[in-house]
Nanobody, 120 residues
Framework: QVQLVESGGGLVQVGGSLRLSCAAS????MAWFRQAPGKEREFVAA????????NYADSVKGRFTISRDNAKNTVYLQMNNLTPEDTAVYYC?????????????????WGQGTQVTVSS
């Protein structure tokens, strides 16, 4: 059973930065998604199990960076230049497959979520 434990959310001002962490029980293709109040869940970023492939949503390109430390089975999401539109619950997800995906339905395991709030 895949276990995912997230940390690092919080309250930050516009233009600030946060780093989210997701510790997994093993090495998988991983992704971050987010869901704002009243909105559907949306893809944020994904990284292959090796770290060699990374995908980003257009809304976060140039501001967010996904990375991983395979020695720790941990994936990170560095978020810079945050805006109020980034306010959401952020979820990490794992896919037990050789193929990377940006579609939530392809990920079988999810973390508990961590709140990110950007104040103006």
């Amino acid at each position: 059973q895949v276990q995912l434990v997230e940390s690092g959310g919080g309250l930050v001002q516009v233009g600030g930065s946060l780093r989210l962490s997701c510790a997994a029980s093993a090495r998988y293709n991983m992704a971050w998604f987010r869901q704002a109040p009243g909105k559907e869940r949306e893809f944020v970023a994904a990284i292959s199990w090796s770290g060699g492939i990374r995908n980003y949503a257009d809304s976060v390109k140039g501001r967010f960076t996904i990375s991983r430390d395979n020695a720790k089975n941990t994936v990170y999401l560095q978020m810079n230049n945050l805006t109020p539109e980034d306010t959401a619950v952020y979820y990490c997800a794992a896919r037990v497959s050789a193929l990377l995906s940006t579609t939530g339905a392809d990920f079988g395991s999810w973390g508990q979520g961590t709140q990110v709030t950007v104040s103006s």
